[in-house]
């Protein structure tokens, strides 16, 4: 797994990781969210793209993504539970991570790319029951911009 960071180049799974704690030992004393979110975009196939947030809290962020492509999934209910999928393997990753590394309590958010308002309200309580049954915060639009925002600006 190659992750892509603004501040960092590219970067494997642990490199990511190390980066991510080392940003968090440089204030060790503010709080922090840890946000996983996956947009995508439909082209000739399907651009997926999964962004984890290191947010300082009321201090800035750091980002890293990952960029996929499948074939195309059409049908939008596939696409946003192949989404939620690919932000709970991250973030389950991540979550095991932090937990070997004595970190385990900075709680895994994960942002979903549904909400209220159109097309995607129908698909809500599952989505959302799949990420909290799983053990981590869901977020819906408008509070999920680690997928709405960060994730989608990377699928254009």
Do not use: W
């Not at 890293?64 to 539970?81: A, E, G, V, W």
């Not at 309590?105 to 995607?120: F, P, S």
Request: glycine content about 8%; hydrophobic content about 35%.
């Amino acid at each position: 797994m190659i992750f892509q960071s603004p501040t960092s180049g590219k970067l494997t799974f642990e490199a990511m990781f190390r980066d991510i704690v080392a940003f968090m030992e440089q204030s060790p004393n503010d709080s922090y969210k840890l946000i996983v979110g996956t947009d995508s975009q439909l082209r000739d196939d399907t651009c997926f793209v999964t962004a984890i947030i290191i947010h300082r809290q009321g201090k800035g962020a750091r980002y890293y993504y990952q960029k996929r492509r499948q074939r195309k999934l059409t049908s939008l209910r596939q696409r946003i539970f192949f989404e939620a999928s690919l932000s709970l393997g991250v973030a389950s990753r991540i979550a095991e991570r932090l937990s070997s590394n004595g970190a385990s309590r900075l709680n895994v958010e994960v942002h979903l790319d549904i909400g209220h308002k159109g097309e995607t309200r129908d698909l809500i309580r599952e989505i959302v029951g799949m990420i909290t049954g799983s053990g981590f915060d869901a977020k819906i639009k408008p509070e999920s911009y680690g997928a709405s925002k960060v994730a989608d600006k990377h699928t254009k």
